[in-house]
């Protein structure tokens, strides 16, 4: 099945080159089915990377998905076209009254700050809470996974000496979750992030449960009231090609900067990426639409 995806959205042809099936909103209107309603706050800079990242890895299902995107109004990007936004995302104020079988909140880039400093948090917190009377299943991603632990539980997060900067081999811990069916007993997921969640306070919690943990780049993924939250440390979303744009990015701007872990070939930047996640990675989101959402969504 297609992922259905607004008209226009510059995701659905730079996708088609991949020979990646979706199609739009006019055209799925023509099909007699009921599609999994999927709502992504999108909180990267790069919406449109971000975007296309989201809609690659969500296309490997046979379920019909239909993505709406979203926004906070309390923050204006600076980084994406006016008219992108205008034309392909609503404001959390204009979505609240829906219902929705999946969300997906991504990392931004504010680690650094307390989350009480990020001007959006009062509307972030509101959203959080909305996602559990309004949505089956939710899926943090990176920051996002950091701030409701946070929100929801009282994680706190801590400032790592250097940046996480790799790709890194999680250990699944609990074999028998569904998240995790088809999967290997280890598999790589890209890390960059410059603070961390800590596997004592995880563990402390009894509402959460550890389930994939790396001993260089710790806790993996948290889950939480079933499977209704899960929290992703990592970016299993990420292209191959993603670590190496940061990486070049942040060596322009004469950043402190370390060369992504276990991701060049022969360990030399002048090479391609050795790309070793992407199939757990389409796995892991297969395994949410499958499982926590679709499943979920009818019973």
Avoid at 56 to 71: G, Y
Avoid at 281 to 290: A, D, M, Q, S, Y
Wanted: with cysteine; aromatic share 10%; net charge negative.
């Amino acid at each position: 099945m297609p992922l259905i995806l607004p008209d226009r959205l510059p995701a659905i042809e730079l996708l088609k080159k991949e020979n990646i099936f979706v199609t739009s909103n006019s055209m799925a209107g023509l099909q007699d089915i009921r599609p999994l309603r999927i709502a992504i706050l999108n909180l990267m800079p790069l919406k449109i990377a971000t975007e296309t990242d989201l809609v690659r890895i969500l296309s490997n299902t046979p379920l019909q998905v239909e993505i709406h995107w979203m926004k906070v109004r309390t923050h204006i990007s600076k980084n994406t076209p006016a008219e992108h936004m205008k034309a392909f995302y609503r404001d959390f104020e204009a979505m609240r009254h829906e219902q929705f079988d999946g969300f997906i909140i991504t990392g931004a880039p504010l680690e650094l700050l307390n989350f009480e400093e990020v001007s959006y948090w009062a509307e972030l917190q509101e959203i959080f809470d909305w996602s559990r009377t309004h949505v089956t299943s939710t899926l943090y991603i990176c920051w996002a996974a950091q701030a409701g632990l946070y929100h929801h539980y009282g994680i706190p997060k801590y400032a790592l000496p250097e940046k996480k900067f790799g790709i890194f081999s999680q250990r699944i811990l609990t074999p028998q979750v569904a998240l995790f069916r088809g999967f290997d007993d280890e598999f790589n997921m890209p890390h960059s992030r410059h603070t961390e969640v800590r596997c004592e306070d995880i563990l402390a919690c009894p509402e959460l449960s550890l389930i994939a943990e790396s001993p260089q780049s710790g806790v993996g993924i948290v889950m939480a009231r079933g499977g209704r939250e899960i929290f992703i440390t990592g970016h299993s979303e990420y292209s191959p090609y993603t670590l190496d744009t940061e990486y070049k990015r942040d060596l322009a701007k004469g950043l402190p900067i370390h060369q992504p872990e276990n991701y060049y070939r022969e360990n030399n930047p002048t090479l391609p990426p050795h790309v070793t996640w992407r199939g757990h990675g389409n796995l892991l989101f297969t395994n949410w639409l499958n499982h926590y959402v679709a499943q979920a969504s009818v019973q």
